[in-house]
T-cell receptor, first 111, second 113 residues
């Protein structure tokens, strides 16, 4: 059974700091891994999607890596800003449709 | 273009009543997903539709839950005889297919009193 774990559960950093969020999964037979952010009371916003054959994806200040063999992904946020404060969720898709989410990392960036 | 929309945004219902939640996916997206997010819990997969294929209902928590997708577009999630433990945010997502980025709607917050 696929399980997704995110560490840390919560993180508070000063503005401008670079940070790394971690995601691990137990079954390496995945199709893709997706990172989302969720603002309080809102739906999820897709940040990056990494296919199983890819090692990383970049979008602006965000970089996500995938090491399928070790069951790990990291989301790197450069030069963090208060607007980055949100919950970041990692999700893996296996079998094409059933998507398993981690519990998320709550990030607070202090001005 | 328009994103995924859901209605209503909030629904308060009495225990034992039936409720219907609606999802309008992004035009052209063939895959549609329903998830549930309970307070303090992660997202829980409920059901998945892909084109005209039979839906994957493996995540539905009980037979009180059902969903349909008409014409390959709009989907309705129905909860019969609601219970207090059904209180949660119900999220819908759509994508071009099974291995593509999922786009989420804003969710419907259901409160069962």
């Amino acid at each position: 059974k696929q399980e997704v774990t995110q560490i840390p559960a919560a993180l508070s950093v000063p503005e401008g700091e670079n940070l790394v969020l971690n995601c691990s999964f137990t079954d390496s037979a995945i199709y893709n891994l997706q990172w989302f952010r969720q603002d309080p009371g809102k739906g999820l916003t897709s940040l990056l999607l990494i296919q199983s054959s890819q090692r990383e994806q970049t979008s602006g200040r965000l970089n996500a890596s995938l090491d399928k063999s070790s069951g790990r992904s990291t989301l790197y946020i450069a030069a963090s800003q208060p607007g980055d404060s949100a919950t970041y969720l990692c999700a893996v898709s296996a079998g094409g449709f059933k998507t398993i989410f981690g519990a998320g990392t709550r990030l607070f960036v202090k001005a | 273009g328009a994103g995924v929309s859901q209605s209503p945004s909030n629904k308060v219902t009495e225990k034992g009543k039936d409720v219907e939640l609606r999802c309008d996916p992004i035009s052209g997206h063939t895959a549609l997903y329903w998830y549930r997010q309970s307070l303090g819990q992660g997202l829980e997969f409920l059901i998945y539709f892909q084109g005209n294929s039979a839906p994957d209902k493996s995540g539905l928590p009980s037979d009180r839950f059902s969903a349909e997708r008409t014409g390959g577009s709009v989907s309705t999630l129905t909860i019969q005889r609601t219970q207090q433990e059904d209180s949660a945010v119900y999220l819908c997502a759509s994508s071009f297919g099974t291995n593509y980025e999922q786009y989420f709607g804003p969710g419907t917050r259901l409160t069962v009193t």
